[in-house]
């Protein structure tokens, strides 16, 4: 069975840092595209970032880029999110999803609250 | 603001058929699979179409999907209570080098 858990989630001061991380397991991880989806409270989704099976290919969704680094650690299984200079804006629910050949995000964890606030 | 544009909400009696559609451009939709996405309320999305109109193991085939030219549509047929939930269209957006999704619609069973 497929299974995505997230953590690193948490409060966090406007220009702070935080730093996700998603354990994988049922699958063979480095085989895999793996991305980061998020959504604001009360807000649609919106995709944040993807990286390759073997971490050398990377895309950013616009208003992340140059703040947020997504990597992975196949040997752990692990994926992960690096944010930094969190805005208030960041604040949402982050999901990390395994991609598909296709394209799409086949497999959804749970997600982990960021909260950016003073 | 989403490229890909979905009726904020649609809704039908029980037993009923709703449609949504997905409207995008020939730089996502229009040269890329549209998937399909379902989320109850309080969960995490779900995986309902993917490839324009496949469904994954355990999804009902109440549940289909098309796409036409730069246009994707979810049907759902024998409307139930339990697809009371947001529904989200997605796909990879060539010329922004990103993954997009809709702008979401809410279904709901009178």
């Known amino acids: 069975e497929v299974q995505l858990v997230e953590s690193g989630g948490g409060l966090v001061q406007p220009g702070g840092s935080l730093r996700l991380s998603c354990a994988a397991s049922?699958?063979?991880?480095?085989?895999?595209?793996m991305g980061w989806a998020r959504q604001a409270p009360g807000k649609g989704l919106e995709w944040v970032a993807n990286i390759k099976e073997d971490g050398n290919e990377k895309y950013y969704v616009d208003s992340v880029k140059g703040r947020f680094t997504i990597s992975r650690t196949n040997a752990k299984k692990s994926l992960y999110l690096q944010m930094n200079s969190l805005r208030d804006e960041d604040t949402a629910v982050y999901y990390c999803a395994r991609t598909d050949i296709s394209g799409c995000l086949d497999y959804w964890g749970q997600g982990t609250l960021v909260t950016v606030s003073s | 603001q989403s490229v890909l544009t979905q009726p904020p909400s649609v809704s039908a009696a029980p037993g009923q058929k709703v449609t949504i559609s997905c409207s995008g451009s020939s730089s996502n939709i229009g040269n890329n699979y549209a998937s399909w996405y379902q989320q109850l309320p309080g969960t995490a999305p779900k995986l309902l179409i993917y490839?324009?109109?496949k469904r994954p193991s355990g999804i009902p085939d109440r549940f289909s999907g098309s796409k036409s030219g730069t246009s994707a549509t979810l049907a759902i047929t024998g409307l139930q209570t339990g697809d009371e939930a947001d529904y989200y269209c997605g796909t990879w957006h060539g010329s922004l080098s990103a993954y997009v999704f809709g702008t979401g619609t809410k279904v709901t069973v009178l």
């Open positions: 049922g699958f063979m991880f480095s085989s895999y595209w």
């Open positions: 490839e324009n109109n």
